[in-house]
Nanobody, 113 residues
Framework: QVRLVESGGGLVQPGGSLRLSCAATESIFSFTVVAWYRQPPGKQRELVAS??????TDYADSVKGRFTISRDLKNTAYLQMNSLEPEDTGVYLCYAHGGGEYWGQGTQVTVSS
């Protein structure tokens, strides 16, 4: 059974940075796409960033130039978040597709002074 485990969330001041990790129980390259979603308080879940098998990346307009999605050569994907804004607050969830659809449990990110 595939599991995704996120880590790296926390409380950060506006303008700060965080790096989220998504550790999978199998090779990250076994998935056709790995993505980060977020769910702000009281709002719908939204796609933040994705990375596909060929390394192609895509970002929501609201995070372009500030967030970077990447993966290592083993089983982990990352989301580097810079210049964080209060509007980035929410639960960040890792998603993977490949032989099924998989979600992590989420990690809370709070941007506040």
């Amino acid at each position: 059974q595939v599991r995704l485990v996120e880590s790296g969330g926390g409380l950060v001041q506006p303008g700060g940075s965080l790096r989220l990790s998504c550790a999978a129980t199998e090779s990250i390259f076994s998935f056709t796409v790995v993505a980060w979603y977020r769910q702000p308080p009281g709002k719908q879940r939204e796609l933040v960033a994705s990375i596909r098998g060929g390394g192609y990346t895509d970002y929501a307009d609201s995070v372009k130039g500030r967030f970077t999605i990447s993966r290592d050569l083993k089983n982990t994907a990352y989301l580097q978040m810079n210049s964080l804004e209060p509007e980035d607050t929410g639960v960040y969830l890792c998603y993977a597709h490949g032989g099924g659809e998989y979600w992590g449990q989420g990690t809370q990110v709070t941007v506040s002074s």
